[in-house]
């Protein structure tokens, strides 16, 4: 175990113990000197043994066991995905299996496979660019779309962020961070057909430079022309409420008694918990349940309540040590797949880090990420462990794979 | 695209900043505008209020009130106010008549809905209010609130009543549309039209501090109107429903049915005894309770839809048509000679009449209700071809009324029998029992009026119902009934008019009793015997035609005696007052 990055396994455990303490003080309610607490962290400390139990399973496993078990993983996840669609609703949405003890979600089971999934493709050799770009789009898209039917849009743009990252850190040409972001930007200028224009001949003018081939710029002008031009007519064929949904998703103050009030409440926590927090047990907005999903999505807001700045500070500085450590050590894995792979596992956690606490804070929209390593959850902590058991085993293991 | 040790450093640097992002909120939520927070959140200044809609109310054909809205003083309590649980228990116990556990327990169930008001009493007497304002002030945590509460005008088993939202209900419904203090149907029309009666509740976000500065988090549609509920119309006349209440038997127990011939709509339903729906409003007391579960006449019983009892004679056009859709027999057939009864193997099957009624046709055999016709007819039929041809004419079967818990009564098979009577079970004498309506046959006084309904409408069975339209601040919404044909060829649909109208105008007939002279009045006389008493239920079925046939009834009485002498009469009476209000020309 030479390679074995102990520093991120330890990080990970402390994360995990500052997450059944949250759990626990999120679940507790006390008015007076009564106090009652719900169970949840007692299943999470279940979880949190079954999960290390599986990162050790993965870390000792051979690689080539994994390897087989890839694409029947793949097949069967987008299996139980579109199962679940056809399964009732629970609390709102398509994204549960029922099992009785527990609700398994397999969209968290997705994207892991899909992250390995697309890491495999990337790497195998003789591929042209596009080659590479159109079979992992396709992985990708496969799951997110059926994510987003859930509906769950913040799984869904996962699987995209982490996918755009492995590219990134992949073998194509920098120009194609242009070429993945034009759409996007097409998309907000097609507002206004000056901006438009002027935006595209930028483009152009640097693909030109990067010596692309005349038929690919075409393609890339008459492609983002064609979505600045429907982005408009989409928008206005929306219905009102359609509109309203995205505007909320961007803006959440405008659903004052749905997301906006979450948000705001959130954010009295957060706020009133000062520099130095209410104390353990103390937080009032917790205690009152103003807050819906305190142990899961929004158990950021009882840490800032109950243990202020300073608490809070601690938790994100945990997070980042963890993050750092992890990227320090990617750096020095030689083989692609096993490099893309971990960008993706990366990458995913430090996007569902920032979406969640951001959402708490009030200042990215509200998602339903939930916090990973801290949030009650069975499915979300297994599979996030088990992504973290893939990177480890693969630095673990460099020497051999590399 | 990049090295390993560039794009980690890309990464890392892009890490950084998303946490730097973190970072500056959290500096600006805790440090710099954490003291306002504080404030906020101590003084819980941002919170969404309910507002309430309004439950609609119920009106009979014209309007005339059934259900209403009427005020009412409630008494509530904010947990959060509380300084001693068990002296407000105690005081509340005392000052409102409520018993201890109860106030405890409510107290105790919301103890954490500190900022919320949670109803406690209603329904609270002026004297009271004026009388216990004063000691009021002693418990901030109470307070009065001027609201409205659910009253029933009359005692009646379509209604249903509302009563306060118990737990289990609260988690089954759309949680945005009740709260701890809702009122919710229980039973009757109030559950059955639940959702169109409560309407949807508005939103209001609260977000003024304590000197009443606005604390300006939201900016847009701080309040969502509700939806008020809408008003039921129903098909019930009150007039013909008061007036039936008055000509029912005091000494007996039953139910009368009366619909509309052309819609399906029922204009008088009522079933004795009854029950006040008010009693069940703020919370029925045990007292009560128990009075109504122990009174042996079975006061909660709506004998209309929840009882199930034989139809005895009134069942007999089911048989004969029977017949004569199978061409087993047609107009003039005549069948086994009745003696006073039939001979079948070694049974002899009784016929009401000890006399004998002769050789009949199937015309006579329903006007003078002759058994033996009836008993010798169904030794052609199998058990399944009884059976399948009453459920054809939707007798046995739920009717689908916008009532809750309806039952379907009774109509055993083949393997009911062998199950119950024994592998060895004679099936010919249950089938002939059943052919004139006894035997293991149990029906309900809806079911039997739907079919007399259909007679009276072509041989078109119509879904009986009580809702006439819902209506709206934005619509009026028809209610939709549904049609269904009997299986019955027009010529066999006649004979049994004709036999029908025979029985209660033609001499000896059975309904003689049910005559109104100026009016054509149709009808069937049952006197089934049953295991309730000895006596047997009276029954009456029938409708009443001017131009066109108007109204079709059923009247039941529980071990009444004799249909044609007990319950005709009844329905003489609900043809002739009915004439009065709708053909006051006609008839004198």
Redesign the interface.
């Known amino acids: 175990m030479k390679n074995f990055n102990w520093s991120a396994l330890v990080l990970l455990i402390i994360l995990l113990l500052v997450g059944v303490f949250s759990i626990y003080t999120a679940s507790t309610t006390k008015i007076g000197d009564e106090i009652t607490t719900e169970n949840f962290y007692i299943r999470q400390i279940f979880w949190i043994f079954i999960s290390l139990i599986m990162l050790y399973i993965i870390v000792r496993i051979p690689r080539q066991v994994l390897d087989v078990l890839i694409v029947p993983g793949y097949v069967l996840t987008v299996l139980m995905l579109v199962l679940v669609l056809f399964l009732p609703q629970i609390k709102g949405s398509h994204r549960w299996i029922g099992m009785g003890f527990a609700n398994f979600q397999p969209s968290e089971l997705a994207k892991l496979v899909t992250i390995l999934l697309t890491a495999k493709l990337l790497s195998r050799p003789h591929q042209s660019d596009w080659q590479m770009i159109y079979s992992s789009l396709l992985v990708v898209t496969i799951p997110a779309l059926l994510i987003l039917i859930e509906p769950d849009l913040g799984t869904s743009l996962t699987l995209f962020v982490s996918l755009f990252a492995i590219l990134m850190a992949g073998p194509l040409p920098k120009f194609y961070i242009v070429i993945f972001l034009s759409p996007l930007i097409s998309i907000v200028a097609s507002f206004s057909i000056p901006i438009f224009l002027v935006l595209l001949a930028l483009l152009l003018w640097y693909l030109y430079n990067q010596r692309l081939g005349w038929v690919t710029m075409m393609f890339i002008g008459v492609f983002n022309t064609f979505v600045a031009l429907i982005s408009p007519v989409i928008w206005h064929g929306l219905k009102e409420y359609q509109q309203n949904r995205i505007l909320t998703f961007i803006d959440p103050m405008r659903d004052p008694f749905g997301a906006g009030y979450q948000i705001i409440q959130s954010k009295i926590a957060i706020g009133s918990g000062g520099l130095w927090g209410k104390g353990f047990l103390m937080g009032t907005q917790k205690n009152l349940k103003f807050l819906p999903e305190h142990h899961t999505d929004f158990i950021f807001s009882v840490i800032g309540e109950e243990f202020g700045f300073f608490g809070c500070l601690i938790v994100l500085t945990l997070f980042f040590l963890f993050l750092f450590s992890l990227v320090r050590s990617i750096r020095k894995l030689k083989r692609n797949e096993t490099y893309f792979a971990s960008i993706g596992i990366v990458t995913y956690l430090a996007f569902q880090i920032f979406v969640n606490v951001g959402m708490n804070l009030g200042v990215v929209p509200t998602t339903g990420i939930p916090l990973p390593f801290i949030s009650y959850g069975g499915s979300n902590l297994l599979i996030n462990v088990m992504a973290v058991g893939f990177v480890l085993k693969l630095i673990n293991e460099r020497s051999i794979f590399g | ?2 090295k ?2 560039t ?2 450093t ?3 640097v892009a ?2 900043l ?2 730097l ?3 500056l ?3 600006r ?3 710099v ?6 404030v ?3 003084q ?1 200044f ?3 209020k309910t507002i309430p809609s309004v439950r609609g109310e119920i009106f009979d054909c014209n309007y005339r009130p059934i259900v209403l809205n009427v005020p009412s003083f409630n008494l509530y309590i904010r947990p959060g106010l509380i300084k001693d649980k068990e002296r407000v228990a105690d005081f509340v116990s005392k000052e409102f008549d409520v018993p201890l556990e109860e106030v405890s327990r409510i107290i105790i169930n919301n ?2 809905r ?2 919320h008001d949670v109803l406690l009493v209603e329904n609270i007497s002026y004297e009271k209010r004026v009388r216990v304002a004063e000691k009021l002030n002693y418990f901030p945590s109470l307070s009065f609130r001027n609201e409205t509460i659910r009253n029933y005008r009359y005692p009646n088993h379509f209604s249903g009543y509302v009563g306060k939202i118990n737990p289990e209900e609260l988690k089954n419904n759309d949680n945005s549309h009740y709260t701890i203090n809702s009122h919710i149907g229980k039973t009757g029309l109030e559950k059955f039209y639940e959702t169109a009666l409560s309407g949807t509740p508005g ?1 209001e ?1 609260l977000q003024v501090d304590a000197k009443g500065k606005n604390l300006k ?6 309040r ?1 109107e509700p939806a008020h509920g809408a008003n039921l119309i129903l098909t019930i006349d009150n007039r013909l429903q008061q007036y039936v209440e008055e000509i029912f038997p005091k000494n007996l127990n039953g139910a009368v049915v009366v619909m509309d011939a052309q819609t399906g709509g029922i204009l008088a339903y009522v079933s004795k005894p009854d029950f006040d729906p008010n009693m069940f409003v703020t919370g029925i007391s045990v007292e009560d309770w128990n009075s109504l579960m122990q009174d042996e006449n079975k006061p909660m019983l709506d004998r209309i839809i929840h009882g199930t009892y034989p139809p005895g004679s009134i069942f007999k056009p089911i048989t004969a048509t029977l017949g004569l859709e199978m061409q087993v027999i047609d107009s003039q057939t005549k069948l086994a000679e009745c003696v006073g009864g039939l001979q079948v193997g070694n049974r002899f099957f009784k016929c009401w009449n000890h006399q004998g009624h002769g050789f009949l046709n199937v015309t006579d055999a329903l006007k003078y209700s002759c058994d033996v016709f009836f008993y010798d007819l169904s030794t052609n039929f199998t058990l399944d071809q009884m059976r399948d041809f009453t459920k054809a004419n939707f007798v046995t079967l739920p009717t689908g009324v916008d009532l809750i818990g309806e039952r379907k009564g009774f109509y055993p098979t083949h393997q009911w029998y062998r199950d119950n009577y024994g592998k060895q079970v004679s099936i010919l004498g249950l089938k002939i029992n059943m052919s004139i309506g006894q035997g293991e046959l149990l029906v309900t006084p809806l079911q039997m009026c739907a079919y007399f309904n259909a007679l009276a409408h072509d041989g078109v069975w119509i879904r009986p119902h009580l809702l006439q339209k819902t209506i709206t601040k934005d619509q009026v919404k028809l209610y939709q009934p549904e049609f269904k044909d009997l299986p019955l060829h027009r010529q066999n649909l006649e004979l049994i008019q004709d036999a029908l109208y025979k029985t209660v105008n033609g001499l000896h007939g059975t309904g003689g009793a049910a005559k109104v002279s100026g009016v054509d009045v149709y009808g069937k006389t049952g006197s089934a015997e049953n295991h309730m008493g000895e006596e047997s239920h009276a029954w009456f079925s029938g409708y009443a035609s001017w131009e066109e046939p108007e109204i079709s009834f059923t009247v039941f009485l529980e071990n009444g005696g004799g249909g044609g002498r007990v319950a005709a009469p009844i329905a003489r009476e609900i043809v002739t007052f009915y004439n009065d209000l709708k053909h006051p020309k006609a008839g004198k």
């Open positions: 695209m990049f390993r040790s794009f980690s890309i990464l890392t890490i950084t998303l946490f992002i973190l970072l909120a959290l500096v939520l805790q440090i505008k954490g003291s306002f927070y504080q906020v959140s101590q819980n941002v919170r969404i103890r954490y500190l900022y939103y976000l988090f939201l900016h847009y549609n701080l969502k």
